[in-house]
């Protein structure tokens, strides 16, 4: 069989562990980037959502009116 991993000596068994740790350190950065943001797209979801109970509540009412 060939040896399709490359040259043995060259692989980095904590290149993956590094990789991930670096992704690890970035997570909390883009979290708090987009925390920071504004609540645009929050304020626009409790709105759809208040909106929706709204509407459910006035078609119940005239359904059982």
């Known amino acids: ?7 043995q000596g060259n692989h ?11 992704f690890v350190d970035e997570e909390p950065q883009s979290r708090q980037a987009a ?4 609540g645009g797209p929050r304020i626009g979801l409790i ?11 006035a078609v119940a009412w005239l359904a059982l009116k």
């Open 12 to 22: 980095d068994p904590a290149g993956s562990t590094q990789m991930f740790r670096a």
């Open 47 to 57: 709105v759809g959502v208040v909106v929706a109970v709204a509407v459910v509540a």
């Open 1 to 7: 069989m060939a040896n399709t991993q490359g040259p």
């Open 35 to 38: 925390a920071t943001t504004g």
